[in-house]
């Protein structure tokens, strides 16, 4: 059915407008799996960078944190941290700083004090305190990276940075197990 000649000039640009709107809600509704997708894909894009800056964050603190514990230690060696820890299997090799470590004087049996500074030849300190029903242990860890302070500390009471050589009095004391 062909339209009369005076019909279509009069609305040819409103037919042309409703055909071009078809087109385009056409193209709309075909392109609609794909705007899903990348919304899906630029939400994990967005869920990525999220991980990612919570990750640098932490790394960030834990940074912080680490040079901290180091500032701590560095003052506990620089102080005077005159006791060091010798294994409890064997005192001619140094032991290490732990959370929870018992640490005892040879010489008596006995726990070391609460708030004593014990240090491991390895930059570990800790400080000695009561826990409750476990005793008393070492808390408080910092370790340091510099190691020449730990061997200036060692240095300073007699002690021979290669191997523990058992003394007490000051110097080292035993782990206990």
């Known amino acids: 059915m062909k339209l009369p000649f005076r019909y279509r000039r009069r609305h040819q640009s409103t037919v042309i407008k409703v055909v071009l709107g078809v087109a385009l809600v056409g193209c709309a509704i075909a392109s609609i799996p794909d705007t899903q997708r990348n919304l899906e894909r630029l939400s994990q894009v967005r869920d990525r960078a999220a991980a990612i800056s919570t990750e640098q964050e932490l790394k960030k603190l834990d940074a912080e944190k680490v ?8 003052m506990r060696l620089m102080k005077g941290c005159s006791t060091f820890l010798v294994s409890a299997s064997n ?4 032991g290490n700083v732990y959370p929870g470590g018992k640490v005892v004087n040879p010489a008596t049996g006995l726990s070391l004090a609460p708030g004593s500074v014990v240090c491991d030849n390895q930059g570990g300190t800790a400080v000695m305190a009561d826990i409750g029903g476990s005793g008393i242990a070492m808390t408080d ?21 290669q191997a523990g050589d058992g003394r007490v009095g000051g110097a080292n004391a035993r782990l206990q197990h």
């Open 67 to 74: 040079a901290a514990e180091a500032e701590t230690a560095d």
């Open 141 to 161: 860890i910092a370790i340091t990276q510099d190691f020449q302070l730990v061997r200036k500390a060692m240095d300073l009471h007699g002690i021979n940075p």
């Open 91 to 94: 005192t001619a090799k140094f």
